[in-house]
């Protein structure tokens, strides 16, 4: 026999057995699918961080409040440091410190035309925001002053947002945010919704990913409009020191801990993206180790139609073997089962699995200013999953197939 009609032996096998082999087949297309949507969505990921990195101006160091930590058995906790006018200016006095950027974040919604996006507020100095990001660029107009209680400038995403074919925003247009304020009434926290109305002065270019401040779905006002619009009370969200030089971000970050006892939280932008790279790649592995789980759990659902397939054509075997089949082309037979199950099942898995990668990054999950990420698939990638899921159902099949190879043809005839 050759290729051809080992192929076609077990076609005609498993058409025989449509529903049975068409589950087993499914268990694949599920567990291969997973591997390929996962690793895509890993390396789109690291894609998406990689030029968060490029972006990045390499002499920053985020300072952000330190969590709040209990400690001893009375539960006492150590307050952490509030960032203010008081903080910015003792970082100032730190050798190496080139300059000190603080920064207002919060989120509203803005409104223009009867259209609503919800977006990320940003309270900087303009004038010194190419410090944290130098690639940032404007595409129309121009950046407002420190002091602009009214101007704001828009990113690219809010300009045009995806599926829109013109713009939603324009040059000089009055857009309103609507934002909310949390207030302490008698020992009460409530909150309020207010609305403020400012001129579009400035729109950016796509930019991409940012570090510190997040900017293609962000509205950048003054700091003195973030902190009047959201009554911060003088404090800051967190505060980007600019160092001499990058070789010396590590003292000057151990200066800063030094100084507030450690009870303050210092990194740079680059080792914030690197944690993250991390994370995800532990993550990743996590899910991928989810996915193989799953293939393995087909290659038993191989095992077990090939072992019924074996058990319902033992006659079958029996005849072949009175006509003179070696134990060795028995052996090959069920094991071509195996093979076809796994080529068919890693095929449409990988096409599953493309598609729904594409789909998960891109459900709508309750936070409407999160970014966009789009998967990345390597040839290399996809064909290595393709082999491993084939390789996975012929050692699933294997034994089934020792098995009907090692049938006495005596004892199998006789089986009705």
Known sequence: MNILEFLRFSFEALRDRKLRSAL??????????LMVSINGMGEGMNAYVTEALQNLAPNVLIVTKAPVI????????????????????????????DDVIPVIIRYATLKVGGQEMRVTVTGVDQTKVLKIT??????????????DATGLVVGHTIKQPPGRTTPLVRLGQVVTLEY????????????????????????LKEHGVGAAVEFERAVI???????????????????????????INEQVAEKIREMY?????????????????????????????IAAVSLIVAAV????????????????????????????????????????????GASLGLIFGVGLGYILLNLPIGVEYSVRITPV????????????????????????????????????LRRE
């Open 134 to 147: 130098p690639t940032l660029e404007l595409e129309e107009g121009q950046f407002v002053s420190p002091y």
């Open 301 to 344: 659902g191989i095992v077990t139609t090939l072992f019924t397939s074996v058990i319902e054509r033992t006659r079958e075997i029996g005849v072949l073997k009175a006509l003179g089949f070696k134990n060795s082309t028995i052996m090959v037979l069920f094991l071509g089962e195996a093979v076809v199950i796994g080529i068919i």
């Open 24 to 33: 087993t087949i499914l268990m694949v297309i599920i567990g291969s699918g």
């Open 221 to 247: 006002i003054s700091p003195v409009a973030a902190a009047s619009l959201f009554e911060t009370g003088g404090k800051y969200s967190a505060i980007c020191v600019v160092t001499k030089s990058v070789d």
């Open 377 to 412: 698939y390597s040839p290399g990638g996809l064909l290595f999953i393709w082999i491993f899921s084939v390789i996975v159902s012929a050692i699933a099949g294997f034994y089934p197939a020792w098995r009907a190879s090692k049938l006495d043809p005596v004892v199998a």
């Open 70 to 97: 209990r400690t001893g058995h009375s539960g006492s906790q150590t307050n952490p440091i509030e960032l203010n006018q008081g903080t910015v200016t003792r970082i100032k006095q730190i050798p190496g410190v």
């Open 180 to 203: 909310n304020v949390i207030k302490e009434v008698a020992g009460v926290q409530k909150v309020e919704t207010k609305s403020r109305s400012f001129v579009v002065k400035g729109i």
């Open 261 to 289: 006892h450690g009870n303050i939280g210092v990194m740079s932008q680059k080792s914030a993206v690197v944690t993250i790279q991390k994370v995800m790649s532990g993550f990743s592995v996590f899910l991928l180790s």
